[in-house]
């Protein structure tokens, strides 16, 4: 806390300032409260993790595996030598002609796009798009298959900023970085400049796709799920000018012949483009490279080569990882120095990636009091009463929309902590990983387990959706986060966010109610953000707004847009106001529901009883501490190449504005440290949705 900042001016810097000067940023891209946090959640996973002599006896066959893969990429990441054997083995296999960048008498005959990319798609990665199975909002109970355009290395919206080239060329470096080490460890030679020409072609075709995508704004429009059409449709309407994509349907069916579901394949099959227009723009984009001969399918085939190698280097040698952790650190996307030994952690992450339950499990006996579960539960039982409060008293709206709205509350599914549908019953964690083999590399390994997650996937064509269902989510608890997934109607508040300083058994209820609490009511209050208010109780993407309401809702996110978009520092620039609109309706809503839940539920059932005062904070008020207790969990401070990056792609506010921007809105926050009624965290205009 900094007691000479004035609480009524910036409350940030009152609750921030001190932090931010006992953590220097130093070499790092971004230090804050949640970055510590998960830094201790790392460590937690690192250290069970080591090995027991006791675990035969005391662990399931599914986590003795985990321990078992975690040593093994342990013993690869501290080997002395590196190794690229594996990765050359897997790209050999994959890739049948060869990876132009290693293999200087590249053959382009031999390479036949569609198989190279149905074999990568077998072990997730795809270049040129991406297949998902998500549930049918028209039918919940079913899932269709959705096409989406390809993940690149920065967003539209990046390249066409003023840090476009900055981006762009650290990526270059990287991949002529990791190129030039697998060409020196693989023993072929091929001169800088022809790298550098093979990568600067890499590099422009990933612009050229990702500059046929949608930006980061058009991309948070959810009605885009309720374009369905035939597979034929699409095909014979969007897909017609290269000679991949006029072979788009028979790839797909090829595609789910992985899970034995070719027969489900057709040209009336219903799949979802989002959107049909931009793969309209890839099959031109792939067609023009097809035009140029073999200088086109070099180019391909070295775009394809790399998103197979980049996928994979995390799971090589030391060196590797380097390359990469180098890269990631120079764009802000780690917060490790690249010097550090990160190797404990990144397994640890990559364990997570591919066995989430078989580490929950062990994670829950560990870290996990069993009181936490049945806590959590109560304090969200709370705050969705205090969101509910809210709907009532929301007089713009008309009846039949609050009865909805009511509804959907009351439908909201609630994942608190971890599932004990997981930890109690080792025989089906067990069932779930018995598939797993471990492989003679760890490289080996991982591509067993991701090419099981990918069938396993393809398979929920069939299935019908159950809610909840444990095994099909899949939840990574040691994450610290927490999410609504609007689809499933459903709030996600992980077990590893459920530790101080945003819960702490230890503190006055107050303190958790404005800590974990307000991320409680951030993700409730998802449901009914621009994204979440479009689906109804039942989970079907409609109209189910009456055209009144609607409008004075759109009105209403409109003065958010506004008043976000104001905001502004002299180093950065201001927010986006449309891009962050999701998240600042969850917090502003979400400070809301949180303080409700405290000081209208919490309180009734506790029978009003006063909570203790914390040690050197006797001069505050609980409704003082709930504040303090909301700004602390976004205190850190960020380095300007980073800022800049999160400000075009980033849909949360910056965290000055996290929370300055809910709290003075709140008409509670002013009364509790007396603001002024005009002073900048009071003003006399404030925003509200809910």
């Not at 093979?198 to 990933?206: G, R, S, T, W, Y």
């Not at 209208?600 to 050197?616: A, H, I």
């Not at 849909?651 to 929370?659: D, K, L």
Request: charged share 20%.
């Amino acid at each position: 806390m900094n007691f000479s900042a004035d609480p009524c001016d910036d409350f940030f810097a009152f609750a921030c300032d001190n932090y931010i000067a006992k953590h220097p940023l130093g070499n790092r891209k971004q230090f804050n409260v949640i970055g510590e946090l998960r830094a201790q959640a790392e460590q937690q996973v690192t250290d069970m993790m080591e090995p027991n002599a006791n675990d035969t006896m005391t662990l399931s066959d599914a986590e003795l595996k985990a321990k078992r893969i975690y040593a093994q990429c342990m013993q690869n990441r501290l080997a002395k030598k590196p190794d690229v054997e594996p990765l050359l083995r897997f790209m050999n296999a994959i890739m049948l002609s060869g990876w132009p960048m290693l293999k200087p008498s590249w053959d382009s005959s031999s390479f036949n796009l569609y198989n190279v990319l149905l074999n990568m798609s077998s072990f997730g990665v795809q270049p040129f798009f991406i297949t998902e199975l998500v549930q049918d909002v028209g039918d919940p109970t079913h899932n269709l298959i959705t096409f989406g355009q390809p993940t690149t290395f920065a967003s539209k919206d990046t390249l066409q900023s003023d840090i476009g080239q900055q981006v762009t060329v650290s990526y270059f470096e990287y991949v002529v970085g990791a190129t030039r080490l697998l060409l020196k460890q693989s023993g072929v030679n091929r001169s800088v400049s022809a790298v550098m020409n093979d990568a600067m072609d890499i590099v422009d075709l990933e612009i050229d796709l990702a500059m046929a995508g949608l930006g980061d704004v058009e991309q948070r429009d959810i009605t885009m799920l309720k374009d369905k059409m035939s597979l034929g449709m699409f095909q014979n309407n969007f897909l017609n000018q290269s000679s991949f994509f006029r072979q788009f349907t028979s790839f797909t069916r090829d595609l789910f012949t992985l899970a034995i579901l070719s027969n489900e394949i057709d040209r009336n099959t219903t799949v979802v483009p989002m959107t049909a227009e931009v793969f309209r723009r890839i099959d031109g984009l792939l067609a023009s490279l097809e035009s140029l001969g073999d200088v086109g399918r070099r180019r391909i085939a070295n775009y394809v080569g790399w998103q197979l190698v980049n996928a994979n280097l995390a799971y090589l040698t030391k060196d590797f990882a380097i390359v990469r952790q180098e890269y990631l650190s120079k764009i802000g996307m780690s917060a490790s120095d690249p010097k550090d030994d990160t190797a404990a952690v990144e397994c640890g992450k990559s364990l997570r990636q591919v066995m989430p339950l078989a580490v929950a499990s062990i994670y829950v006996r560990n870290f996990v009091p069993p009181d936490l579960q049945p806590k959590a539960a109560m304090m969200i039982t709370d705050v969705k009463a205090g969101f509910g409060q809210m709907l009532r008293t929301a007089n713009w709206m008309d009846d039949a929309t609050t009865t909805t709205a009511l509804q959907k509350l009351q439908n909201m599914l609630v994942f608190a902590a971890n599932s004990k549908e997981i930890t109690d019953n080792a025989t089906a964690l067990n069932r779930e990983y018995s598939e797993v083999k471990i492989g003679d590399t760890f490289l080996d390994t991982m591509q067993i387990i991701i090419r099981l997650k990918v069938t396993k996937n393809l398979r929920k064509l069939t299935q019908m959706n159950v809610r909840p269902d444990p095994y099909n989510d899949a939840y990574d608890i040691t994450t610290v986060n927490a999410y609504n997934e609007p689809i499933e109607n459903q709030i996600v508040i992980l077990a590893a966010i459920l530790q101080s300083p945003f819960y702490d058994s230890q503190v006055p209820q107050y303190m958790n109610y404005g800590g974990i609490g307000f991320v409680i009511g951030h993700e409730i209050s998802h449901g009914f953000d621009d994204q979440g208010s479009r689906f109804d109780a039942n989970q079907l993407l409609r109209d189910w707004w009456t055209d009144t309401t609607r409008e004075l809702y759109d009105n209403k996110k409109g003065g958010f847009v506004k008043q976000y978009s104001s905001f502004c520092t002299e180093e950065v620039g201001c927010l986006n106001g449309r891009l962050t609109l999701g998240e600042n309706i969850a917090d502003n809503g979400g400070i809301k529901a949180a303080y409700k839940a405290y000081f209208d539920f919490f309180k009734l059932r506790v029978k009003g009883e006063p909570e203790v005062s914390l040690p050197g904070f006797t001069d505050f008020s609980p409704e003082q501490m709930f504040f303090l207790s909301a700004g602390h969990l976004w205190c850190g401070s960020t380095s300007l190449e980073k800022a800049q990056l999160l400000l075009l792609t980033d849909p949360h506010s910056s965290a000055r504005f996290r929370v300055n921007g809910p709290l003075s809105n709140s008409p509670e926050f002013g009364q509790a440290y007396k603001c002024p009624l005009g002073s900048k965290m009071n003003p006399t205009q404030k925003f509200s949705v809910w």
